[in-house]
């Protein structure tokens, strides 16, 4: 059994399924939406114009009391500063009034703030989002005196949810594995004994990744929130069921010596208890697949 499992996680993690699940996940606004709905329609026809999905970088200037002079050359030399960022993100698209990246300053009525504005055209991929808008961040930083520089708009958005989520995940993986080494240990008392059911769960883990890539590539949506709670469900889904067969095994131990005669009448006993349930799992995640929202079906 053991081998059987090694050579089937070293297997897909040789073939690159493994890392094409996270490679093949689509984090776009239309892997969130019903495919039915309004928005989801104005962004397929945007992107059929367009060739992709294009998102809004919006960079906020305001001072209590109004913008001074100083500010407005600041804002002039961010401009420039800004639309130097085109030669090395591609995805930064023209504007066509400037020739720049970024439009001219749009200032408020009462002088207190402006705004200027770029667009990023997007895949999917966190990376066309993020990076050019943590640079732009980095060159618009606060110069502090009063006056304040954000960047928002949907890219913004959208950049500040990949940094959560990317960090959300991780920790949320680490969390679960800390959780389930902590409570193996504490029910079976033993440095030795926790790490059998817990490498069981690890490989259950890198098998789940492995098939997801294999429905990516069906044609499945997966996006970053599928993934992150697709390894907190099989980390805690397996560990119940190590529990329950490992129970089994140690009550069988006090009448049989036989360790293997033990194990064969745990298996008899609790396997059926487990087989139910991972049906009863399957079945009822299943009816998560006929939503509307791709992201949902993704996880179903």
Avoid: C
């Amino acid at each position: 059994m053991l081998a059987v499992w090694l050579l089937a996680v070293m297997g897909t993690g040789a073939s690159g399924l493994q890392s094409k699940f996270e490679s093949g996940q689509k984090n776009e606004s239309t892997s969130f939406l019903p495919a039915s709905t309004e928005s989801t329609k104005e962004l397929k026809k945007q992107k059929a114009l367009a060739g992709n999905e294009t998102v809004t970088a919006v960079v906020v200037y305001h001072r209590d009391g109004g913008l001074t002079a100083q500010d407005k050359a600041t804002i002039k030399k961010d401009i420039v500063e800004l639309d130097a960022l085109g030669e090395q993100y591609p995805q930064l698209q023209e504007n066509p009034r400037t020739g720049g990246v970024f439009s001219a300053p749009v200032f408020s009525e009462d002088g207190n703030g402006a705004i200027v504005q770029g667009t990023i055209a997007t895949n999917g991929e966190s990376k066309t989002i993020l990076d050019p808008i943590e640079d732009a961040r980095d060159l618009v930083s606060d110069p502090g005196g009063g006056l304040q520089v954000k960047i928002t708009g949907a890219a913004g958005f959208s950049a500040d949810a990949i940094t959560v989520f990317q960090s959300i995940n991780g920790t949320l993986l680490l969390a679960a594995l800390a959780l389930v080494f902590i409570l193996l240990a504490l029910i079976y008392r033993s440095p030795v004994f926790l790490w059998i059911p817990l490498f069981a769960v690890i490989m259950a883990e890198a098998m789940s990744r492995s098939i997801g890539a294999l429905l990516i590539e069906a044609g499945v949506t997966i996006n970053g929130q599928a993934g992150g709670i697709l390894s907190v469900l099989v980390l805690g889904a397996g560990t119940d069921y190590a529990l329950l067969l490992v129970a089994r095994y140690r009550e069988e131990l006090r009448h049989h010596e036989d360790k293997h005669e033990a194990v064969a009448l745990a298996l008899a006993s609790a396997g059926p208890a487990i087989l139910a349930s991972g049906i009863t799992v399957i079945l009822a995640l299943l009816t998560l697949s006929i939503a509307e929202v791709n992201g949902t079906a993704g996880l179903g």
